[in-house]
């Protein structure tokens, strides 16, 4: 059975500073993984997805994730925090050839000026 | 290009009321989904539907039923809303052979 865990459910970071929020999986099949954000109020955006193809992805508004299969990790980083990354992000896992798609409890990143 | 529409964007309802929230998508995906989210639990799937014809219990069950209409439209049924149904609900589809999951723009239901 795929699972997804964050670790972390609030992190804060200063303005320019590095963003790096975790995400550990577990899947019995190589598994397809995704990061989404959530502004306040709003649905759910995806930002970057891991399929088999390149281990290190990158995404929108400077967001990349690098799957380690050995760590059963895809984490999440950004090399300079801005204002406007201040959401939650939901890491999910959906193993290939199957219709569930699992989420992550999510993290809160706050940006202090 | 509205992509995935839900209806309707907030409600209130009183115990024991029931309710259908709606869901409909325009991209021609085969598989669709009803997620609930709560504060610390972050979405947990309670139905989906893998093609027109079908659906399939996910986590969180209990309470719900769906309905999925037609290869566009699936419904999420709260035959006594209780409040521990008090949530906000998504929506999301999928096309066949695709990867990732769209999403609606969420329900907000409080259930008094």
């Known amino acids: 059975a795929q699972s997804v865990t964050q670790l972390g459910s609030h992190v804060s970071v200063s303005e320019g500073a590095l963003v790096l929020l975790r995400c550990n999986y577990s899947s019995s099949v190589p598994p397809y993984l995704f990061w989404y954000v959530q502004y306040p109020n709003q649905g759910l955006q995806l930002l970057l997805k891991y399929t088999s193809a390149a281990t290190l992805v990158k995404g929108i508004n400077g967001f990349e994730a690098e799957f380690k299969k050995s760590e059963t990790s895809f984490h999440l980083t950004k090399p300079s925090a801005h204002m406007s990354d201040a959401a939650e992000y939901f890491c999910?896992?959906?193993?290939?050839?199957?219709?569930?798609?699992?989420f992550g409890t999510g993290t809160k990143l706050q940006v202090i000026p | 290009n509205a992509g995935v529409t839900q209806t309707p964007k907030f409600q209130v309802l009183k115990t024991g009321q029931s309710m259908t929230l709606q869901c409909a998508q325009d991209m021609n995906h085969n598989s669709m989904y009803w997620y609930r989210q709560d504060p610390g639990m972050g979405l947990r799937l309670i139905y989906y539907s893998a093609s027109e014809g079908t659906t399939d219990k996910g986590e969180v069950p209990n309470g719900y039923n769906v309905s999925r209409l037609n290869k566009r439209e699936f419904s999420l049924r709260l035959e006594s809303a209780a409040p521990s149904q008090t949530s906000v609900y998504f929506c999301a589809s999928m096309r066949a052979g695709d990867t990732e999951a769209f999403f609606g723009q969420g329900t907000r239901l409080t259930v008094v």
């Open positions: 999910a896992v959906r193993e290939g050839g199957y219709q569930k798609v699992t």
